[in-house]
């Protein structure tokens, strides 16, 4: 991994938010990253420094003035020391006194000392966030090539709503990680695809199924982040395009969605087939709305949809695939043979119902190749991607040998 041995100085500064930089050490301690925290003295009022100290494995430090700690390590040693310098939380006040310049505790000391890059998770008050003079510090900083990482939109520790959550760890994690570049799928182009389908009855009513798509595009965007060139074809989903996916293609019916795949897949060395694809459509679409047959039994004529996975597998040179199976039994079983079946290189099958798979937030995915299987734990959808994304890339790398 590219973060493995990287010396990442985490800055936490005072703000609710801290706690989330907890988290944010341990999936940097991961991913084998070398972190240590300096707290500012308003962190410590949020997370004690004997939490960091015990998640980092590393002394913590807060005060310029701490003669054991400097004669361990002097803060210009530590400046020195730092590939990456990140604040999470970085509040309206470290911003500020960055901004200006102000060596006036270790934190601020530190990142004046520091050739690293500086990376800022800004996390406040949305109406803080919006103020003229933290924009006015902000864009200062940003000019002399701090990078801004969020923050997001959304509900609030003080009960407000809009912009200024401070990002999610994992979301923080992947910023530096690429950051670094040399990611797993560096130089490759990854094709997704994700959401439903529908498949039109009449104006109003169509077949669908219960897939959110966020699988889909968790999967999309941790192959951006893995340094993949992404092409995403979603079906009808309300989610907005991952950062870093380089084209999006909407489609709404299983045909439209295996025409843009088999487009798409001309170009791209990996397809990962998240969508849940429509099996049937209607003989045909009626042009008017269908009238209610008073008493009588309606009956849909359904025509099998061909199978993208199948149609490319068949030709004669194709992307490496990997394809999803749903099932809610029999799980190992139904994929291995789906596996054979369509001509994979690669499964990822799951369980839906119980809390996972469709609609939910959360998943847990059991991978089967010709001669191997790797089971990936329960997580959140984002998480089980980069595992899947990482998984991937080695079955990849290890057919093109
Ligand atoms: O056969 P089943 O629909 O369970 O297989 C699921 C896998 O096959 C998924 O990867 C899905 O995207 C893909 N699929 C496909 N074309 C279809 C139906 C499913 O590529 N028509």
Known sequence: MSLAQRRILLG???GIAAYKSCELVRRLRELAA?????????????VSPTTFQALSGQPVR????DEQAEAAMGHIELARWAERILIAPASADIIARLAHGHADDLLATVCLASAAPLYLAPAM???????PAVQANVTLLRQRGAHVLGPADGEQACGDVGSGRMLEPHELRNALQSSFGGGVLDGLHVLVSAGPTYEDIDPVRFIGNRSSGRMGFAVA???????????????????????GVAQRIDVRSAAQMHAAVLDAARQADIYIAA???????????SAQKLKKLDGAKLALQLS???DILTSLSTQPEHPFLVGFAAETHDVADYAQDK?????????AANQVGDGLGFEAADNALQLYWADGAVELPRAAKPELARQLIAQVAVRYRASRR
């Open 339 to 347: 596996l054979r079946r369509k001509g994979l290189d690669m499964i």
């Open 304 to 306: 099998e949809n061909p």
């Open 275 to 285: 969508a849940a694809v429509g099996d049937y459509r209607p003989n045909e679409v």
């Open 125 to 131: 008050n949305q109406q803080m966030w919006a103020h």
């Open 221 to 243: 965007e941790a192959a951006a982040q893995a340094g993949a060139e992404v092409t995403l074809v979603a079906g009808p989903v309300s989610l907005a395009t991952p950062a």
């Open 62 to 65: 807060v005060s310029l003035w």
């Open 12 to 14: 936490v500064s005072g």
């Open 34 to 46: 070398e972190v240590r925290v300096v707290m500012t003295e308003g962190a410590t009022q949020f």
